[in-house]
């Protein structure tokens, strides 16, 4: 059974930091890409970070420079550290593990991050 198990959210004033983990089961990790992703109220999902199987990082225009992605393939866990946070920051992530290429794709339960003074 595949569990991603996140971390790490809460209240934040802006300018604040945060640091969010996502623990992965049931999977072969070392093989899978992860990534991080945002839903805000009346949003679309949105892909915020992500690392492929190699260590190659992405990120979307809107925190790039101020969130980094990493992973830790012997303890199973991939983590988005959250610097300089923005209101607009606040949604629920989600931890997502996939391996598109076969069609494999979990997600986590998601943690609220909210960003307000």
């Known amino acids: 059974q595949v569990q991603l198990v996140e971390s790490g959210g809460g209240l934040v004033q802006p300018g604040g930091s945060l640091r969010l983990s996502c623990a992965a089961s049931?999977?072969?990790?070392?093989?899978?890409?992860m990534g991080w992703y945002r839903q805000a109220p009346g949003k679309q999902r949105e892909l915020v970070a992500a690392i492929t199987s190699g260590g190659t990082t992405n990120y979307t225009d809107s925190v790039e420079g101020r969130f980094t992605i990493s992973r830790d393939n012997a303890k199973n866990t991939v983590s988005l550290q959250m610097n300089s946070l923005k209101p607009e920051d606040t949604a629920v992530y989600y931890c997502n593990a996939n391996r598109n290429r076969y069609h494999l794709n979990y997600w986590g339960q998601g943690t609220q991050v909210t960003v307000s003074s």
């Open positions: 049931g999977i072969f990790f070392n093989i899978y890409g």
